[in-house]
C-alpha cells in the first residue's frame, strides 16, 4: 500500500472508531435510563396514588425542564418569553387551560414560598448562566449599558422596602410590592447576557408573533363560543395585559411594513392580524388603544428620522392615516356597533358616555385614586415606604363597596402605577424610574441611528415605541405590577443595548446568515 493511501485510511479509521463509540455509549445511556425508568416506575405510580398525578406530572416536567436549562442556558431566556406571552398571572372566568398553569402562581400546597416558579426560573437560568462561564473561565455576567441606571432604581426600591419594614410595613405586602421591579431587573440581565447572536432576536420575535396568534384564537373561543358573540355582562374576556400583547403585535406589523419587510414573520403576522384584532376588540381595555396609537407615532417618526429618502412619503402617509383616524374617531365616537368600539373606548378615556356606566365609573375610581395618591405625598413627601396602605381621604370603597374582593391589594397597590412609585419611594425613587425610563428611551433612539443592520433597527424601534406604551398604560391600568409586562419590558431593555453588538458581528460577518 502507497503511503498516500496509507495517509487517507488513518483519519478514516479514526473517524470509524469515534463513530463506533459514540454508537456505545448511546447504546449504554439508553440502556441505563430504561432500566433506571423501569425501576422508578412502581415509585412513580405510588407517589402519583399519594400527592396526585397531576402533581407528579409537574414535578416530573419541572426537572426535565431543569437539566435541559442547565444543559443549554439560553433555553431558559425564550422559555421565559414563551412563559409571559401564553400563561397568564391569574386563572380567568373562563378556563383556558393557559390561565391554570403553575408558572406566576403555585399551587395550594406550596402557596406561601417567597418566590414564584417564574421568577425560579430566571434565577436558575443565570446560575447555570455562571456555572457554564465559570467552567470555561469566562466572565460571568455582565451588565450592559443600562446596569447603572437599573441598579440606581433597584437601590431605592431596596430602601423603600426597608424604611417600609422598620415603619410598620407588612412584611408579605412588601414582598408583592418589590417582586415586579426585581423581575424586571433579573430579566435585563438574563436577556443581555443570553442574547449572543443575531438568530435570538428572530426567534423571540417568532415568539412575539406566534404566541399573540395562539392567545387571539382562545380570544375567539371565548368570545364566539363561550360567550356566544354577546359581551353583554362581561368587561374583558382576557387577561387585563392581554390587549398591550395584540398592541405589541400590531406595533411590530405597523413597523414591518414602514422600515424593513422580513417577509416570513410580516406574512405570519398580517395572517395573525384579523384574530388579534377581534380578540383586541372584545378584551376592551381603553388605554391599549391610546398606547398603540403613542407607540405608532413614536415608531414612525424614527423611521422618518433614519430613512431620508422615504421621507416624504412617510409624512404624507402618516398625515393621511391621522386624517383618516380622526375621521374614524369622529364618525363612531357616539354609535353603538361593534365597529365604533376602538372609537368609543379612545374616547371615554377622557370623556366617558353619561350612558357608559362602566367607563364613567372607572373613571371615577380613577380620579379618586390619584387625588388620593397626591395627597399621601404631600402628607409623606419623602415617602411612604412598601407595606403601607395609601391614605384615602376620598375612600374607594365608596366607589366600589366590594372593591376587595375583586383586589385584596387595592390600599397598597394603585392603578396609577407611575404615581405608586411615587408615593412609596418619594421623590428619589420617582427621579430613579425617570432616569431609568428616559435612558432607555434616549439610548434606544441613539441605538436606532447607530444600527446598519435594517432587522435589528426594527427590533430597537418596536422596543423603543413598547417603552412609550409602557408608560401610558402605566398612568392607568397595573402596568408595572403584572409580571408579564415588566419582565417583557426587562427582556427588550436587555436585547435593546445588545444591538449594536450584534450590529458590529453581522458587520464582521456579513456572509453569515443567523
Known sequence: MSERSMALTE????????????????????????????????????????VGFSMLLGVLAVLALTIAVFRWPTLGLFIVAICIFLIEQEPLSTPILTDNLYVFHWPAQLEGFVERPIGVLIILSLVFWIIHRLALSQQLLRGGALIIPFSL?????????????????????????????????????????????????????????????????????????????????????????????????????????MCYRYRPQLYAALFLLPAVLIAMVANNRRTDYVALLVGVVVSWVLVILIRPKARPVL???????????????????????????????????????????????????????????????????????????????????????????????YNYIPHNTIYWVWVDLGPIGFFALWLLIGTIIVRGCIIVRQLRDPYLQVMAIYIVAVTFMEVVVAYADYQLF?????????????????????????????????
Request: with cysteine.
Open 315 to 409: 409624512i404624507v402617509s402618516m398625515l393621511i392615516c391621522a386624517a383618516l383616524l380622526t375621521a374614524y374617531v369622529a364618525t363612531f365616537a357616539h354609535s353603538s356597533g361593534t365597529l365604533g368600539e376602538p372609537a368609543r373606548a379612545i374616547i371615554s378615556v377622557f370623556n366617558p358616555s353619561a350612558s357608559d356606566t362602566r367607563d364613567s365609573t372607572s373613571n371615577l375610581y380613577r380620579v379618586f385614586e390619584n387625588n388620593d395618591l397626591k395627597y399621601t405625598v404631600k402628607q409623606h413627601p419623602l415617602g411612604l415606604g412598601f407595606g403601607k396602605p395609601f391614605l384615602q381621604p376620598l375612600p374607594l370603597t365608596s366607589i366600589f363597596p366590594n372593591i376587595i374582593d375583586f383586589d385584596p391589594y
Open 482 to 514: 403584572f409580571f408579564r409586562n415588566v419582565i417583557y419590558l426587562g427582556l427588550l431593555c436587555g436585547i435593546l443595548v445588545k444591538l449594536p453588538i450584534l450590529d458590529q458581528q453581522e458587520r464582521r460577518e456579513p456572509k453569515e446568515e443567523l
Open 153 to 257: 432604581y433597584m437601590l431605592c426600591v431596596v430602601g423603600g422596602a426597608a424604611y417600609g419594614l422598620i415603619s410598620g410595613g407588612n412584611l408579605k405586602i412588601i414582598v408583592v410590592e418589590i417582586r415586579p421591579f426585581w423581575y424586571m431587573f433579573v430579566s435585563y440581565l438574563m436577556a443581555y447576557n443570553f442574547v449572543t447572536k443575531k438568530g435570538h432576536i428572530r426567534t423571540f420575535l417568532w415568539f412575539v408573533i406566534l404566541c399573540a396568534g395562539v392567545k387571539a384564537l382562545q380570544g375567539l373561543y371565548i368570545y364566539l363560543i363561550a360567550f356566544q358573540g354577546s359581551l353583554k355582562g362581561h368587561d374583558t374576556i382576557m387577561a387585563h395585559e392581554e390587549s398591550f400583547f395584540f398592541a405589541a403585535i400590531i406595533l411590530l406589523i405597523t413597523i414591518l411594513c
Open 11 to 50: 483519519p478514516i479509521s479514526a473517524v470509524s472508531a469515534l463513530i463506533a463509540t459514540r454508537r456505545r455509549k448511546d447504546a449504554l445511556l439508553f440502556v441505563v435510563i430504561f432500566i433506571t425508568l423501569l425501576g422508578l416506575t412502581p415509585l412513580l405510580v405510588l407517589a402519583g396514588v399519594a
